[in-house]
């Protein structure tokens, strides 16, 4: 069937998912049929626990699921607006009247993600019982990336990653950092997985949402790749674990097959600093193709993965920044036998309940157990008590950081934050920014050349995370697969359904004709492009698309590659959530680890710091992760208590 003669109704753009049928902020039916078989009572006006202020709900941002994270899908609209109002100089165009709270800190810290987070867990380490400090966050709830989006489908409660996803647990005693805070915070190494019933067919799932993808744990995962075209294809077809099976049945050339092969196996004889060094000298499509002497189908087909792990084509990523991530050739890729990474149901926001229920043990309902941190509400109206040693200060976005005076001898950096509308004013004796570049550079008011210089080579990527609650997958089933790859134009490159976790009473079934989540990591990058516009071209496409275009888009697309297998989406689709982050990642190129032409590395410069305000955010680690952000805000807040 034509797309074009494809009717709203087949699409199941007629159901009230589309139409945005609000109940008390949040969505009740969609798909033909409620989310649950009635209204939930803690859905209804007046019922059930607090939870967070409400927003407004548009066509942009569509409806934001239920729960602690209902409102803060991703960067939300009123933070995107409060955000262009900074980079625009709204602020700066007129005499700014504050508040002044009279608030006095030891350490005032900018952004509540990992970075922040980890900086306010080592000062409530390593801080005096009489110090004070303040964590502000401009988005309605703490986690930054670390989010996650929950959906009440038929009654059952599914969860799925915001955008900050994956772990490894360490080896016990280790001592790194990382074993550090697993043993404090008390999280667990061992979990349990949901059951797959004898009675069905054997299928090996995923635990997190990128195994599936080439070049990490392919191999282990049931993957069905779709080809529109290729050798010997006179229609869509699937094809199924084509890297298990090396590529044999796969409808590509023989010498692409073996091209491919040698690529995905490639092992470097040279490793060690200079090697790296030389990595960070050039592009991934530089080194694939200059330096080992593959075609351009190579690169070509392992941009989607770069593209989205990366931020940007691999003609403008660092070849070392590749390597950062495992990719093939690099001496860091992984084989057959790759583990596979671990993902927590919600993504790395258990990471982020951990901390704050450590920093405030009132935030979370329940306990410190995995269970109760997990399954509980938060208590947002615990994270700001007089009385806190340490604050959390949601819906507060800072405008304007600045040393009084000299910053070489000022003993106060003054804070300027917006929040309900309001300016106000906070001083510190030392501020750590644990915001993105992007951010910095703009709101702090007496940056030094050099940082303001080592910023603006700086650049980022979006990401749009994409969560559809469905109310079966029998689609998937009937295919033999739990992850789909497909090539060329479309939304995003992959999707799959995990083999998630059971913590408690979250214990969703795991069966084709139960309810599920099927999540896609969309990159919008684009190859040919200096690396900057590559950022501007992908940002334009992530955030100028209203939520009903993706969603229509989405459909479509479904509907094109499982309609032939079963898939309704008039019928098996119950919710769809977007998660539009416009930085989610830097965009590391050629230098950026090592420096180029002599010089040290923007990251390098940016570290050192000046005065009293320290840097500790995560795009400083390099490759981005959960546990480089904490290393980032650890090392500022050593830095920023050394100063009070």
């Known amino acids: 069937m034509a797309k074009n003669k494809i009717s709203e109704k087949q699409l199941g753009l007629n159901t009230k998912i589309s139409r945005r049928d609000f109940v008390n902020s949040t969505l009740m039916g969609v798909g033909g049929s409620l989310l649950s078989a009635a209204a ?31 409102n803060s899908s991703g960067n939300t609209k009123a933070v995107m607006e409060a955000a262009h109002k900074i980079r625009d100089g709204f602020y700066q165009e007129k005499q700014l ?34 110090q004070k400090c303040l964590l502000l966050e401009n988005h309605p709830i703490y986690g930054g990336e ?58 090996n799932f995923g635990l997190d949402n990128y195994a599936h993808m080439t070049g990490v744990a392919e191999s282990k995962v049931d993957i069905g790749y779709f080809f529109k ?16 099976d090396d590529l044999a049945n796969a409808p590509y050339s023989e010498n692409l097959k073996q091209e491919l092969l040698k690529w995905r196996y490639f092992t470097p004889e040279n490793k060690g600093l200079e090697f790296s060094k030389m990595l960070d000298s050039m592009t991934y499509k530089e080194y694939l193709e200059n330096e080992l002497k593959f075609s351009s189908r190579v690169t070509e087909y392992i941009d989607p993965v770069i593209g989205l792990i990366n931020g940007a084509g691999s003609d403008a990523i660092s070849a070392f920044a590749a390597s950062q991530i495992g990719m093939p050739a690099t001496g860091r890729s992984r084989g057959k036998d790759a583990s596979l990474p671990l993902s927590f149901p919600g993504g790395n926001t258990t990471f982020s309940r951990f901390m704050v229920k450590d920093l405030i043990p009132g935030s979370i309902g329940g306990k410190h157990t995995f269970e109760d941190i997990t399954n509980q509400k938060v208590n947002f109206s615990s994270l700001d008590q007089e009385g806190n040693p340490i604050k959390l200060r949601m819906n507060a ?16 950096v003054k804070v300027i934050y917006e929040k309900g509308g309001k300016l ?9 920014m644990a915001s993105g570049g992007w951010v910095n550079k703009h709101i702090i008011k007496d ?6 210089q080592a910023y603006s080579e700086f650049t980022y990527a979006p990401a749009l995370i994409a969560n559809v609650a469905l109310t079966n997958w029998r689609f998937m089933y009937k295919l033999g697969i739990t992850a789909a790859q497909w090539f060329g134009d479309g939304f995003g490159f992959s999707c799959n359904i995990r083999k998630t976790m059971n913590i408690g009473s979250y214990a969703p079934p795991l069966h084709p004709d139960k309810p599920a989540v099927l999540t896609f990591y969309f990159g919008a990058h684009t190859p040919g492009l200096p690396l900057a516009q590559q950022n501007i071209q992908a940002r334009m496409k992530v955030f100028g698309t209203s939520f009903f275009d993706y969603e229509k888009q989405l459909r479509t697309q479904l509907l094109e590659q499982f309609g032939a297998s079963g898939f309704d989406p008039e019928k098996d689709i119950a919710g ?4 539009r982050w416009g930085h989610a990642r830097i965009t590391q190129g050629p230098g950026f680890y090592f420096g180029k032409d002599g010089k040290e590395s923007p990251r390098e410069a940016v570290q050192k710091g000046y005065g009293r305000i320290i840097f500790g955010h995560s795009e400083l680690n390099g490759h981005q992760n959960w546990i480089g952000g904490v290393t980032q805000g650890y090392e500022a807040s050593e830095k920023a208590l050394a100063l009070t």
């Open 40 to 70: 939930p009572i803690s859905l209804l006006p007046g019922c059930g626990p607090k939870a967070a202020p409400a927003i407004e709900k548009d066509a942009w941002t569509g409806f934001g699921a239920v729960g602690d994270y209902a």
């Open 97 to 130: 009247e504050t508040n002044s709270s009279e608030e006095l800190f030891d350490v005032i810290i900018v952004g509540g993600g990992m970075s922040g987070l980890g900086a306010a867990h080592h000062f409530k380490k390593n801080a005096d019982s009489s």
């Open 146 to 203: 670390a989010k996650r989006n929950e959906f009440l489908v038929n009654g059952q409660l599914l969860m799925g990653p915001q955008g900050s996803n994956d772990f490894g647990v360490p080896a016990k005693g280790s001592g790194n950092l990382t074993d550090q805070l697993f043993e404090e915070l008390k999280i667990p190494r061992t979990f349990e997985f949901q059951d797959w019933s004898s009675d069905l067919t054997p299928l």
């Open 229 to 244: 075209n290729g050798e010997g294809i006179e229609k869509p077809t699937w094809f199924n674990n084509i890297w298990r």
């Open 397 to 412: 976005t800072v405008i304007s950081v600045q040393h009084e005076g000299d910053p070489e001898t000022a003993e106060r």
């Open 424 to 432: 106000f004013e906070v001083k510190a004796k030392s501020v750590i």
């Open 447 to 452: 940056l030094t050349p050099e940082i303001q």
């Open 576 to 579: 769809i959530t977007l998660n």
